[in-house]
T-cell receptor
Framework: GESVGLHLPTLSVQEGDNSIINCAYS??????FIWYKQESGKGPQFIID?????DKRQGQRVTVLLNKTVKHLSLQIAATQPGDSAVYFC?????????????FGSGTQLTVLP | DTEVTQTPKHLVMGMTNKKSLKCEQH?????MYWYKQKAKKPPELMFV???????INESVPSRFSPECPNSSLLNLHLHALQPEDSALYLC???????????????FGEGSWLTVV
């Protein structure tokens, strides 16, 4: 069936370094992807999204890359800060029953080391 | 800060209790969602309302009963829950129809439910 997966469950980076969080998806018909950040005890917070007609999209300190050939997307965080420590989920607007709904990947715990 | 407000933030209930979780949004969204999230797991969709009508209902146990009184409110009524139902319950909203840039799903901070 359709699934959205992540390569690594945990990632530790030094403060100031760049972080790269990866996500693989299996449905080639997926046309919209979202990255969410979830801090401990809080709900998922929208970070950035990308449509399948794009390869790259940039936000403030974040960049999402989409490679449709290998069905892979990544979230790059520049100059990682302690406040970036959280679980990051990629989500796919995939089919759920007869409609399209948001399906989450398993999440990557990002820890920023001082 | 999220514009989706959920109450209560924490709820402890016994297995024979009846309680409700509430959600409110003022973004003019006409689609609202309930997700369940267990510890260290991704959110899982439970219910979807579109234009105040239940449009998608996965096989969620009947001890969970959603209600959408109007376009800005969403409730989740809880009755005879089990300890394994303890989780973070997330409310979310968007415009109905295709999600894309300009129409994405925004989440509340969630209600932490503990069933004893």
């Amino acid at each position: 069936g359709e699934s959205v997966g992540l390569h690594l469950p945990t990632l530790s980076v030094q403060e100031g370094d760049n972080s790269i969080i990866n996500c693989a998806y299996s449905n080639s018909a997926s046309d919209y992807f979202i990255w969410y950040k979830q801090e401990s005890g809080k709900g998922p917070q929208f970070i950035i999204d990308i449509r399948s007609n794009m390869d790259k999209r940039q936000g403030q300190r974040v960049t999402v890359l989409l490679n449709k050939t290998v069905k892979h997307l990544s979230l790059q965080i520049a100059a990682t800060q302690p406040g970036d420590s959280a679980v990051y989920f990629c989500a796919e607007n995939g089919l759920w029953g007869s409609a399209r709904q948001l399906t989450f990947g398993s999440g990557t715990q990002l820890t920023v080391l001082p | 800060d999220t514009e989706v407000t959920q109450t209560p933030k924490h709820l402890v209930m016994g297995m024979t209790n009846k309680k409700s979780l509430k959600c409110e949004q003022h973004m003019g969204h006409r689609a609202m969602y309930w997700y369940k999230q267990k510890a260290k797991k991704p959110p899982e969709l439970m219910f979807v309302y579109s234009y105040e009508k239940l449009s998608i209902n996965e096989s969620v146990p009947s001890r969970f009963s959603p209600e959408c009184p109007n376009s800005s409110l969403l409730n989740l009524h809880l009755h005879a829950l089990q300890p394994e139902d303890s989780a973070l319950y997330l409310c979310a909203s968007s415009q109905p129809g295709q999600l894309n840039s300009g129409n994405t799903i925004y989440f509340g901070e969630g209600s932490w439910l503990t069933v004893v």
